[in-house]
């Protein structure tokens, strides 16, 4: 269903994965694979993921330094896989107004110390919506090769991330600035 739908509108259709034994099955029916945060470090889930055959998004833990983030992505790049990308969704902070921070240091170390693109989801990083722009912005100036963002005709009625949910004119906002950012810095996004 998910996979006609996808096709239907000209979508790349993107299934996370957490069970080693069902990422053959994803992978026949999913563009890419994206690996979450939590299961970074799933060794398992790494290899089956690697050997599948499909472009992996890796997410960085909201613990794992860059090192560590890079070690799973060679896991990945190990097991023969290297359409690989890195994702950061945010660190750990002692912000009470912001689920995680979105480390743009992180986006520029991961750049210089591997080949692999780096994409930024500034909407899982912060969880609201009035700091996802600012944040796709830090993301794109850091170097992001692209970013993950959560849309919604209707964000206020989304029943799952609804509060970072970018409705049609702020995701329109967020493409612009994104692209005439990287476009001033002499490169896509």
Avoid at 15 to 33: H, K, Q, S, T
Avoid at 69 to 95: P, T
Avoid at 109 to 118: F, I, M, Q, T
């Amino acid at each position: 269903m998910a996979r006609q739908a996808a096709s239907a509108h000209g979508l790349a259709l993107i299934l996370e994965i957490r069970d080693p034994a069902r990422a053959a099955l994803a992978a026949g029916c999913a563009d890419a694979l994206r690996i979450a945060s939590h299961h970074m470090q799933n060794e398992a889930l790494l290899e089956a993921a690697g050997a599948s055959g499909r472009p992996v998004i890796l997410d960085r833990a909201p613990a794992a330094t860059v090192d560590e983030w890079l070690l799973s992505a060679e896991a990945l790049l190990k097991a023969g896989n290297y359409d690989v990308i890195l994702c950061e969704r945010g660190i750990r902070s002692f912000d009470p107004h912001s689920r995680l921070a979105l480390d743009a240091a992180a986006i520029a170390d991961a750049k210089r110390l591997s080949h692999l693109p780096v994409f930024a989801d500034p909407s899982k990083a912060t969880g609201r919506r009035d700091r996802v722009l600012p944040m796709a912005r830090a993301a794109v100036a850091a170097g992001a090769d692209g970013l993950f963002l959560d849309f919604h005709a209707e964000s206020g009625l989304a029943h799952h991330d609804g509060p970072q949910a970018l409705d049609p004119h702020q995701f329109a906002e967020a493409a612009r600035q994104a692209q005439a950012i990287a476009a001033a810095m002499g490169r896509g996004c």
